[in-house]
């Protein structure tokens, strides 16, 4: 049980990256920080690997070190054209597997469900003992998750310097999903279909169990992985 415990709250190997990366910027003159931080971004919104990304990151931090130590900055060392530095980098990573991004992403979906639902059904307490769960329901949720979804990618894609045309087909699938999500939420919010009647607590701690489990997962996967890049010995 105290293993268990352990495996729950301990940072893994990504977070503890991203954290020794973090302090070390601090270190960096503005310029500098400056221009490490739109490399992040660029490639960040990118497909490549998280862990690709803070390796990355770190090596930059170190290039930048050293060459403020020669009176020099960041962008003397990479040239002035950074979209086709960026896109190097892009093409020289490895590419996020779709195991990675659910693995990265499901925990936090657990956590917000958990946090509403609470303060729902704990505070307000709005929730009533059995509460029944309708088609209109799904889709209203579907609606706001893939909301959030969207307003992130969006700001994400304002830090890509260009868009290939796959990139542009794709980008007109996820309005037109979107779209088809609200016809069908408003067409079942008259239609009260239900699909169970469950106990109001149920959901909230079927959520926080699920949320734990995941992150269990989440921290076994990253810490799997990370011993592909050993970034600790570099």
Known sequence: MINLIKT??????LDILIKENKLRTEYLSSENKLVLKKII??????RLSSFDIQIYRKDFIGMALEAEQRGKTLNDTIGDDMQSFCNELIANGKEKTLKEFLMLSIPYLFLAFTVLYGINYILFNSCPPIMKITLYDMFFYLIWCFLGVEVASYYAKKFIFNATSKKRFTSFIRPAAFILFIVL????????????????????????????MFIIFKNNYLNHIAKNYNWSDQ
Do not use: D, T
């Open 8 to 13: 729950i709250f301990q940072k893994n190997e």
């Open 185 to 212: 939420n408003a067409i079942f919010s008259s239609r009260q279909i239900i699909l169970l009647e469950i106990i109001g607590w149920v959901p909230l701690a079927v959520a926080i169990i699920f949320m734990l």
């Open 41 to 46: 971004e660029c490639i960040s919104a990118s």
